[in-house]
């Protein structure tokens, strides 16, 4: 037994997260592709099997008010809200991110020049420029890219470190994400806030890869709007509805581009004219997806009593802890981390660049350590501190190396 493995199990008996493991359904398998998609927590089936069984297979039509159905989307966006450090009545849950970040995105432009709910604007009417994030995962890029054409705005990709020598009064909007879903690295989220609201501008954030993982602080650095998913660090379930987050200061003015009969003010009232809907629910568009909603929702519980901090201090004990057994296990110069040492600046995976890099992590999975491969040459390892043990970042680290020996 390595000194290495003593020490994972040492750590593993300190972990004052480690009975959380318990609520989910795992086996042998050393999961670290929470990243991609989080773990079933272990309650889900039998509540979603009640929302089948009871709500839609006895209750029918009267679940909608019976079983608060109908108030899913702003009910659940309260319990994510202290997870990405926002109060209540500014997220919405529904939708995909996709469609989120293209109802942020164009919102963030008409607010930025006094188009919306009837604001004046006209000294920012110049207003063209929409900056992207050039390291951004491909649909926010595409989404942005549309959402240039719609506005006439003209499109600028850049990396997160030039955006603030880069905003001008030309620039509406902002879009950025938390941290580079490749790497890991995190971006400076109240720095580049500050500066793009500096700038007359507003910032928009894609939290994909940060919530649950890691504090945000949406309200404490003034983040005007923000979306994420709910399948990765949050353990929604595959293809589980995204959210929108409207700070609440906007939420008058916030003029979405795709008003929907859930966002009227009277929804049913079925008039033609649309009257947009107090607050947040002004983000919601159509029906709501009720099956895979629910399952969120549950899904949730096992955040409760759980501290976004202790999250946060455990998941950098797991990344340094398996990038020291890497450095032990793994001859030198096989591997090179991606993923930034300094702790500000990393979220939580570790994305190492290999030769045959999708060789070797189709062989990891077949000896029971699941990442993944982006190409052309990247091996990621997302760490989920509420299931994740230090005996699985030694074990996944030992089985990388006895890969990789030559």
Known sequence: MSDLHVRAKALDAEDELALKRREFVLDDTVYLDGNSLGALPAHVPDRVADVITRQWGRLRIRSWDESGWWTAPERIGDRIAPLVGAAPGQIVVGDSTSVNVFKALVAAVRLARGEGGGGGGEADAGRDEIIVDATTFPTDGYIARSAARLTGCRLTPLTPAEVPAALSPRTAAVLLNHADYRTGRLHDLPGLTAAVRAAGALAVWDLCHTAGALPVGLD??????????????????????????VREELQDRFDSPLPGWNSHAEPFGMRPEFEAAEGALRGRVGTPDILSMLALEAALDVWDGVSVDAVRAKSLALTDFFLRCVEAYVPQGLVESLTPAAHAERGSQVALRCEG????????????????FRAPDVLRFGFTPLYVSFVDAERAARVLAEILEP
Do not use: F, Q, W
């Open 220 to 245: 404490e650095h003034g983040v005007d709007l923000a979306v994420g998913c709910t399948y990765k660090y949050l353990n929604g379930g595959p293809g589980s509805p995204a959210y929108l987050y």
């Open 357 to 372: 890099a999708g060789e070797v992590m189709k062989r990891l999975i077949e000896r029971g350590v699941v990442g993944d």
